[in-house]
């Protein structure tokens, strides 16, 4: 029961957050990379090893392999709590060492930080619903006929 709620939260979380991360990443890398990174860029292959294989992998489970999956009201309430730590844990950062994570974050103002903080939550919730319901379209409940035998 626990390791099953456990493996449905992370997957939850990480399955649309992997999609987020993916879509942030390379429009952002397209249109000026400067906006993620400092420091030249990594080897491609490496790239895609931290920025697209994660999302195919866990979206390919999910959409073909997770047959449980059940759309729920709880499942925004988890994302919602993971974007809100996520946030704290920025601002924590950067009081720490003075410096953002990501250099996008140093171009906006609080009030354009916390905007783009809910944005990525609503693309989240979004990327969470067009999930959902790709899922049900790969793993429709075949009926059960009754009274009938072979």
Same mark, same amino acid.
Not at 46 to 59: E, K, Q, R, T
């Given at each position: 029961? #626990? &390791? /099953? !709620?456990?493996?449905?939260?992370?997957?939850?979380?990480? #399955? @649309?957050?992997?999609?987020?991360? /993916? &879509?942030?990443?390379? /429009?952002? #890398?397209?249109? *000026?990379?400067?906006?993620?990174? *400092?420091?030249?860029?990594? @080897?491609?292959?490496? *790239?895609?090893?931290?920025?697209?294989?994660?999302?195919? %992998?866990?979206?390919? *489970?999910?959409? !073909?392999?997770?047959?449980? !999956?059940? =759309?729920?009201? /709880?499942?925004? !309430?988890?994302?919602?709590?993971?974007? $809100? %730590?996520?946030a704290v844990w920025? +601002?924590?950062?950067f009081a720490k060492y003075g410096?953002?994570?990501?250099?996008?974050?140093?171009?906006?103002?609080? +009030? +354009?930080?916390?905007? $783009?903080? $809910?944005? %990525?939550?609503?693309?989240?919730?979004?990327?969470?619903? &067009?999930?959902?319901?790709?899922?049900?379209? $790969?793993?429709? +409940?075949?009926?059960?006929? =009754?009274? =009938?035998?072979?």
């Amino acid at each position: 029961m #626990v &390791i /099953s !709620f456990l493996k449905n939260w992370f997957m939850v979380v990480s #399955v @649309p957050l992997e999609g987020l991360i /993916s &879509i942030l990443y390379w /429009s952002m #890398v397209i249109y *000026d990379e400067t906006l993620l990174l *400092d420091k030249p860029r990594l @080897p491609i292959l490496i *790239d895609f090893g931290f920025h697209l294989i994660p999302a195919v %992998c866990l979206w390919t *489970d999910f959409l !073909f392999f997770a047959k449980e !999956f059940r =759309k729920s009201h /709880s499942h925004i !309430f988890y994302l919602l709590t993971f974007a $809100f %730590c996520y946030a704290v844990w920025i +601002q924590f950062y950067f009081a720490k060492y003075g410096t953002w994570p990501y250099p996008i974050l140093s171009k906006l103002e609080t +009030q +354009q930080r916390i905007g $783009f903080y $809910f944005t %990525c939550f609503a693309l989240c919730t979004g990327i969470y619903h &067009i999930g959902a319901f790709i899922h049900t379209i $790969f793993n429709k +409940q075949t009926p059960i006929m =009754k009274g =009938k035998t072979l």
